[in-house]
């Protein structure tokens, strides 16, 4: 590896040297073009949020921060900036980018010493160099870093040990040349009836001056009716981006129709180059759009760049580092090598092995991901699916025109995780199956299927088993509508979510109830009770188990349990092993708002088992002569103009 030794100007670095790096007046400067801002954390962010931001391990005080940009160490304290945000993601740099080398910029004032160290992919870390500073005028260090290193994997980061006072400000990552073109960059937001969370997510950008400076647009779908026009906040949002503000009021057309908007107004009524996606109920750190559309400046071919994702409810955890879709049973899964829910306030990046390696994504979810329009003029918009899959098919459909997707730590949001929620079960599951088998017409290399349709008839046994008669109705109709063809996808993406609810809510586990308050007390002794939750372990006993849990499926229901649940189980006690074997029982909601109450139906379940066995038999055997037709449909289905007509049709209003 190599480095060139430190630059150390000899003028203050002027106010603006961030968002201007070209007008400083610093002989030498390697410092071409910002491309990541060292960030403080906000005042507000607890313990361990900080530890998103900084490493304050060996630092008895913690650092007082003045703004998001610069902060002060206190003497006798070392503070590393090994953090998600902080470090540089060097591995990513080095497979997509045309950089050979990153610069590290930092101005600082105070005896202290900056040290420079890197990872590889195994998590091991070393020192590559540093320098000392004394005395309090304000210095700005330069340090130009090989990349070279990195094809596995591995980060940069530096450390301060402070032996007087130190102020550490205007920190950066810069390349050390200028990109071959400037993105104009469009935001997309899609929201439905959560017109503070939109706002809110748009105020974040506006109130950063670097981001605002960088926004070519930003466009809202607003699909429901409480309006974005009419919440607070929007007067405020609007001054601040002027016409650059467009708000598009259209019927509910779910995610994909949302972001089909935005992509639209971008790509066909503005200049912008690129367009990044936004869900509407997030928490955004704003650098997040500049690190995403620099990455995407200076990559050696246009491909998309998402932002990972962490958790909402608690914020220093890192939900999805990554994900792939696996070919066999075509399913989405975590890529290989990621850390699920890592928590950056147990253990830090220095002391996590793992999150140390690159990671190969198929596609990013769309709460965060930037799409250039060179790959949309190419393969297209997204599918009319209305939610769910139109952002794997969409990157899976990228991937196969030459276009890769990067998963970019550092770049994120935090969004609810779904680990608080059940979708795969209510009336979303319509979506996730009937666009699963939708893209898995479009892009599985198995002939029939591969294990698709043993998995999806294995997931049916298991909700009927669950007493989910709803979850599996519901898959009924996503079948009947996949056999259909493409022909209906567009004609009926305003209505799909009507009749979603509706078969939902023809069985009593679609039905949400306030509380089990509202039904009699369970009536299985306590004793009993602890005893059929023991959870079988043993393959014996899981097999055991089963048996009797699908025999007493086909047993009559004594009819004093569908009146009186067995059981109150909490939403993650309610495993197969126990509602196999109940004739019912409130199962709470996910979300720990309600309960459904669950009860045994054995000609339901005979009926539903049966129609899933002939419709998944079925399917396998057209599955060559369904993949031809929506493969020669798909063009049409993800043309501009397709999206165009279709929302003259549906009407809209640009506000």
């Given amino acids: 590896m190599t480095t060139t030794a430190p630059q150390v100007a000899d003028a203050p670095v002027k106010p603006d040297a961030v968002s201007e790096p070209a007008e400083t007046d610093l002989t030498p400067d390697k410092a071409v073009t910002l491309v990541q801002r060292v960030l403080m954390p906000r005042p507000a962010d607890p313990l361990k949020v900080r530890s ?99 094809i596995d994997g591995g980060w940069y980061w530096f450390d301060v040990t402070a032996d007087s006072d130190t102020v550490v400000r205007e920190a950066g990552w810069y390349a050390p040349q200028a990109p071959a073109e400037e993105p104009r960059l469009a935001v997309g937001i899609c929201t439905y009836n959560r017109p503070v969370d939109a706002l809110a997510a748009a105020r974040a950008l506006v109130e950063d001056a670097a981001v605002l400076d960088r926004l070519a647009l930003v466009t809202i779908a607003d699909q429901g009716n409480n309006h ?57 750190e704003p650098d997040s759009l500049l690190r995403a559309r620099a990455f995407a400046a200076y990559a050696k071919s246009p491909m998309l760049v998402g932002g990972q994702m962490l958790a909402l409810q608690n914020r220093s955890i890192l939900h999805s580092m990554g994900e792939i879709v696996d070919r066999e049973t075509f399913f989405w899964t975590n890529a290989p090598n990621t850390e699920y829910h890592h928590d950056f306030g147990k253990e830090s990046l220095r002391e996590s092995p793992d999150l140390h390696r690159r990671i190969d994504v198929d ?17 297209g918009m997204p599918l009319p699916v209305f939610i769910k899959w139109d952002d794997a098919e969409y990157g899976l459909r990228a991937f196969a025109a030459g276009f890769p997707t990067a998963s970019l730590p550092g770049t994120a949001i935090w969004h609810l995780s779904w680990g608080d929620k059940d979708d795969a079960s209510d009336w979303q599951a319509y979506f996730h199956i009937r666009n699963r088998l939708v893209a898995a017409a ?22 009927l088993i669950n007493l989910q008669y709803s979850t599996v109705e519901l898959h009924h109709l996503a079948y009947r509508d996949f056999l259909a063809g493409p022909e209906g996808l567009f004609g009926g993406m305003p209505q799909s979510v009507v009749r979603a609810r509706e078969v939902r809510a023809t069985h009593s586990d679609g039905q949400v109830l ?28 899981i097999a055991k188990t089963l048996v009797k849990g699908l025999v007493h499926n086909a047993r009559p229901v004594d009819e004093a349990n569908l009146e009186t649940p067995q059981l109150n189980l909490a939403f993650q006690d309610a495993r197969w092993f126990l509602l196999s074997r109940l004739d019912s029982a409130t199962v709470g909601t996910a979300d720990g708002r309600g309960v459904t109450f669950r009860r045994r139906d054995p000609a339901t379940f005979r009926r539903l088992a049966a129609t899933s066995a002939r419709y998944l038999r079925r399917m396998s055997a057209e599955f060559p002569e369904l993949q031809r037709r929506y493969q020669e449909a798909a063009g049409d289905l993800t043309s501009m103009d397709s999206w165009s007509s279709a929302f003259e049709q549906w009407g809209y209003e640009r506000v």
């Fill in 228 to 284: 974005v026009k009419d919440a607070a906040g929007y007067a405020e949002v609007k001054a601040a981006l002027g016409d650059r503000l467009r708000v598009v009021e259209q019927p509910n057309l779910g995610g994909s129709g949302g972001f089909a908007r935005t992509m639209h107004e971008a790509f066909t009524r503005s200049d912008a180059t690129h367009v990044v996606l936004l869900d509407d109920d997030i928490m955004i």
């Fill in 363 to 379: 596609y990013n979810g769309w709460w965060m991901c930037l799409i250039p329009r060179a790959v949309t003029e190419q393969i």
């Fill in 52 to 150: 998103l931001y900084l490493d304050e391990e060996n630092a008895p005080v913690r650092v007082r921060q003045d703004g998001r940009h610069s902060g002060t160490i206190t003497a006798g304290s070392e503070v590393s900036f090994a953090t998600y945000f902080n470090a540089f993601p060097a591995s990513y740099w080095r497979r997509w980018s045309v950089l050979g080398s990153i610069v590290l910029r930092v101005t600082v004032a105070g005896s202290c010493r900056i040290d420079v160290h890197r990872s590889k992919a195994d998590g091991e870390s070393m020192h590559v160099t540093g320098v000392s500073h004394e005395g309090d005028d304000e210095r700005t260090l330069e340090f130009e870093l090989d990349l070279a290193p990195f």
């Fill in 514 to 541: 306030p509380s089990s308050a509202d039904l009699p007390l369970p009536s299985m002794p306590t004793a009993k009770a602890v005893r059929f939750r023991k959870i079988p372990v043993s393959p014996v006993s």
């Fill in 442 to 463: 479009l892009h599985s290399p198995h002939k029939h299927g591969g294990k698709l349709f043993r998995e999806m008839l294995k997931a049916d046994l298991r909700f």
